[in-house]
């Protein structure tokens, strides 16, 4: 299975906020913790890109369904 990237959900999680921050105040903060943290996934699971093309080629290939 493709690995995927973390949802922003679970990086704000994983970073401590809850929903009774202001996450608008720590807007700038979230992001950039945000990134590292990306990079730090990344570099611990890489994307296996060729693998995420093909399941994109594929799913590009499925015929319409007609309705009548």
Do not use: C, S
Not at 35 to 56: G, S
């Amino acid at each position: 299975m493709a690995q995927r990237h973390p949802t922003l959900r679970y990086l704000v999680r994983r970073l401590g906020f809850t929903a009774k921050d202001d996450l608008w105040y720590n807007r700038d903060d979230l992001i950039h913790n945000a990134a590292e943290l990306v990079n730090e996934y990344d570099r611990e699971q890489p994307i296996d890109w060729q693998h995420e093309m093909e399941i994109r080629r594929t799913k590009q290939k499925r015929p319409q369904t007609a309705y009548a």
